[in-house]
């Protein structure tokens, strides 16, 4: 059993009760503190190391009262920029001791964490911010969805792209007719960018003296602590991360998941390089299959990684390359093309058909957001204002949709989605991946 194991009334006792969790409380953040505008919120952020130091300066704007990390030399520079903040190794204890000192969460922590966390302070009453991919398996991200919902939290996926106005160009451009019905979409990346399709190392190298093992490891499986795993490598490891789905998926599938309104997949299939239970493998290619929504076709979205590529579209000048990541959407009158991870810039192709297209371009139809900035989005709605573009009732079936491509790579066989139930109907040994057992002691 953990050392670091906190009872408090808002937890259940073992993962076996986790499906507990929405529903049992509903007068968490009954007395959440009103903040104006023209009033600071008061910010606990977890994880401020890497990643996470960027997250805490773009809420910096507010009070940031309190910073936790589980490496205190990996946090240093962030503790640096703000002494005044109470300093945490444990998340819990953050909260548990500085419950009615916070408005607002950060959660910029390896994949496996986000969920515990980013409960613990929903079912505080706390707004969060979480980093994506929103959760590690799909019922993670049901359960954040569906507590954020009851508690009436305002949420924020960090999908930065979805604030962008180039993903509301694409949406405008797809929804005006401009390249007829989308039947097929490509997405590929150049991730991973670290060690994949490896085995567990066998070396057990000293702990830092800086760094809680135990608490990085959290909900996730005892094991004993390696450099293979952290700072950064953690995404390729199936008890920690979700491979290169998990890093780049949420941001580059995100502009045509919106403008295709997609949801959930009926099946999903892969073929990808070996796969092993410990790593992701270097490549994969999956193909998610989507019925008909309305007036829309069925969409088929093929998911490209590892250095593979989708084939070159028709549409494309002799003399341009595919980049290292983008999408492209293929209509029945024409294809656009991104190029950059976050739909900054997406265009009609060739680009003869932009430059006669831009004159006569669609109106615009969606709210920008100032400087595209998700951040700031996120903060305004925790004072009242609009709900952010990102929050879980979007990001959650996103993340859903998303990691349930790991299930097709980890079995090897196509599966078929019952999304209302989270249930792989042809595949029973997938439906061991929808969820994931906790460590004793951890259970949320």
Excluded at 4 to 12: A, D, E, M, P, Y
Excluded at 223 to 244: I, K, Q, V
Excluded at 335 to 342: A, E, L, R, V
Excluded at 367 to 376: A, S, T
């Amino acid at each position: 059993m953990s050392k670091h194991r906190i009872s408090r009334r808002t937890f259940v006792k073992d993962a076996g009760a986790a499906a507990l969790l929405v529903g049992t409380s509903a007068c968490a953040g009954a007395g959440r503190r009103r903040v104006p505008a023209t009033e600071k919120l008061n910010i606990a952020c977890v994880g401020v190391g890497g990643q996470g130091a960027g997250d805490v300066r773009s809420v910096s704007s507010e009070n940031i009262v309190a910073l936790c990390d589980v490496d205190w030399k990996n946090a240093a520079g962030t503790f640096e920029r703000f002494p005044k903040a109470r300093k945490f190794k444990d998340y819990r204890r953050m909260l548990d001791k500085m419950d009615n000192q916070i408005d607002a969460v950060t959660v910029t922590t390896p994949d496996h964490t986000h969920f515990p966390a980013a409960m613990w302070a929903i079912r505080m009453g706390k707004h969060v911010f979480v980093q994506k991919p929103l959760t590690r398996t799909v019922w993670e991200a049901r359960q954040l969805t569906l507590a954020a919902r009851e508690h009436k939290v305002v949420t924020q996926m960090g999908n930065q792209g979805h604030a962008n106005e180039g993903t509301r160009f694409l949406n405008e451009w797809v929804n005006a007719g401009v390249i007829g019905p989308v039947r097929e979409v490509h997405i590929w990346t150049n991730r991973p960018i670290w060690p994949q399709g490896i085995d567990r190392p066998k070396e057990r190298p000293p702990v830092p003296d800086t760094l809680e093992w135990d608490l990085w490891l959290g909900t996730a499986p005892e094991r004993p602590y390696h450099p293979s795993y952290l700072p950064f490598n953690w995404r390729g490891w199936w008890d920690f991360g979700c491979g290169a789905l998990g890093d780049m998926a949420c941001h580059i599938m995100d502009a045509s998941y919106w403008a295709l309104g997609l949801g959930a997949p009926t099946s999903v299939e892969a073929v990808s390089s070996p796969v092993n239970d410990e790593t992701a493998p270097n490549w994969s290619i999956i193909t998610y299959r989507f019925p008909a929504r309305g007036n829309k076709p069925p969409v088929k979205l093929v998911w490209f990684d590892g250095g593979k590529k989708p084939p070159r579209p028709k549409d494309l000048e002799e003399d341009r390359e595919l980049s290292e990541g983008g999408q492209l959407i293929l209509g029945d009158d024409g294809t656009i093309m991104d190029t950059n991870d976050y739909c900054n810039g997406p265009r009609l192709i060739p680009e003869s058909r932009m430059r006669d297209f831009m004159p006569n371009r669609p109106a615009e139809t969606i709210p920008r957001i100032p400087g595209g900035d998700h951040h700031q989005e996120w903060i305004r709605a925790c004072k009242g204002g609009k709900p952010a573009g990102s929050n879980f009732d979007y990001s959650g079936p996103f993340t859903e949709m998303v990691v349930l491509g790991n299930l097709a790579v980890r079995t090897g066989q196509k599966i078929e989605w019952d999304a209302v139930n989270m249930k792989v109907t042809n595949v029973p040994e997938a439906n061991r991946y929808v969820r994931s057992e906790y460590r004793k002691g951890w259970g949320v």
